[in-house]
């Protein structure tokens, strides 16, 4: 039915075919409009013609397609999770929007089906955020983990990079049986994203780079998360020792390269909160007072600032391994 091949041609966009097809289009709507409006605002109009295919009562799906991802880029609204503010208060989160893809479709189907000009506002609905106010207060009760690392705050492009890339980890909330990447959370570092050069490791040997010091980030949260229980996934160290952790207490990290990944094992979703500042980066993870884990002994570093040093973010996997040997396990190593 005629329904069922639209559906096709727009992914799975329109809603369920009825019992019977539309007829033609009108020959005499050809040339009145359709007029698309949001929040008061005309965001697109288009005209019948453009979306017949010769052989009637068939459309163009592609234009179709264009038509509703126009729509939607234009109406959405990204929700935003529920956060903890710099004083400890709980900010609220905020409702986004999307758009109500099978009305939408429907709408449209009546104006390409029908004749005569029409309007209509863009339907929407609520697109709400993964953690809200009520979540964030029962999970942020039970410290379960942390780990503090300490660097040369003299080091400014250093100590620049560590604050960014941990303020991005901070808030986050990592949902039971949730696999967490540490290169997905803080995504790419780059000059664009306020990334400076800094010392790094390339192949065993010191070099500049961009993005210097987010290993010590990724070594910090290791070894909390560890401490916590949680299951790592992914980790290797570096090529060469480094020294704001123990040896064999690191985790190095590239965009496009090594990961540091874990998984929430527990029953309870947990949450990281991070600080770096005054030469010092702070994780903690918490949980709500229900949850029921297993903490390991994971050694503390020392409170001296270690001497300069910076990680392995381009050494090639071959190189990892032959340092290091193979992930992790499951559990920590």
């Given at each position: 039915m005629l329904r069922i091949v639209l559906a096709g041609l727009l992914l799975l966009a329109a809603p369920a075919a009825p019992s019977v097809p539309h007829p033609p289009p009108a020959p005499d709507g050809g040339n009145q409009s359709l007029t698309i409006s949001h929040q008061g605002k005309p965001i697109a109009s288009v005209q019948r013609q453009p979306f017949l295919l010769p052989v009637a009562p068939f459309l163009d799906g592609s234009r179709l397609q264009q038509l509703l991802r126009k729509v939607e880029q234009?109406?959405?609204?990204?929700?935003?999770?529920?956060?903890?503010?710099?004083?400890?208060?709980?900010?609220?989160?905020?409702?986004?929007?999307?758009?109500?893809?099978?009305?939408?479709?429907?709408?449209?189907?009546?104006?390409?089906?029908?004749?005569?000009?029409?309007?209509?506002?863009?339907?929407?609905?609520?697109?709400?955020?993964?953690?809200?106010?009520?979540?964030?207060?029962?999970?942020?009760?039970?410290?379960?983990?942390?780990?503090?690392?300490?660097?040369?705050?003299?080091?400014?492009?250093?100590?620049?990079?560590?604050?960014?890339?941990?303020?991005?980890?901070?808030?986050?909330?990592?949902?039971?049986?949730?696999?967490?990447?540490?290169?997905?959370?803080?995504?790419?570092?780059?000059?664009?994203?306020?990334?400076?050069?800094?010392?790094?490791?390339?192949?065993?040997?010191?070099?500049?780079?961009?993005?210097?010091g987010i290993c010590q980030v990724s070594s910090t949260l290791f070894n909390a998360t560890d401490r916590a229980g949680l299951q790592i996934v992914q980790r290797y160290s570096h090529s060469r020792h480094v020294h704001y952790v123990l040896a064999g207490r690191d985790a190095t990290v590239s965009w496009g390269g090594p990961d540091f990944s874990f998984r929430n094992p527990y029953h309870q979703p947990i949450l990281l909160r991070t600080y770096a500042g005054n030469g010092a980066i702070t994780i903690s993870i918490y949980s709500s007072d229900r949850i029921e884990y297993k903490p390991r002994e994971v050694p503390g570093m020392s409170e001296t600032v270690p001497e300069e040093t910076s990680e392995d973010r381009n050494a090639p996997q071959e190189e990892l391994e032959r340092n290091n040997g193979a992930a992790a396990p499951p559990g920590g190593s």
């Open positions: 234009t109406v959405y609204v990204k929700p935003k999770n529920a956060t903890i503010g710099t004083a400890g208060q709980i900010v609220p989160e905020v409702v986004g929007s999307k758009l109500n893809r099978s009305q939408f479709v429907d709408r449209v189907y009546d104006y390409l089906y029908g004749s005569g000009p029409m309007a209509f506002a863009a339907p929407v609905l609520n697109d709400y955020p993964r953690v809200d106010s009520e979540l964030l207060a029962d999970i942020r009760e039970k410290p379960i983990g942390y780990y503090v690392t300490y660097f040369n705050a003299g080091n400014k492009p250093r100590a620049h990079n560590i604050a960014l890339a941990a303020k991005a980890l901070d808030n986050v909330v990592v949902f039971p049986g949730e696999l967490f990447s540490f290169n997905e959370t803080v995504g790419m570092r780059t000059e664009g994203k306020g990334y400076k050069r800094a010392p790094i490791i390339v192949r065993g040997e010191l070099a500049e780079g961009i993005g210097g």
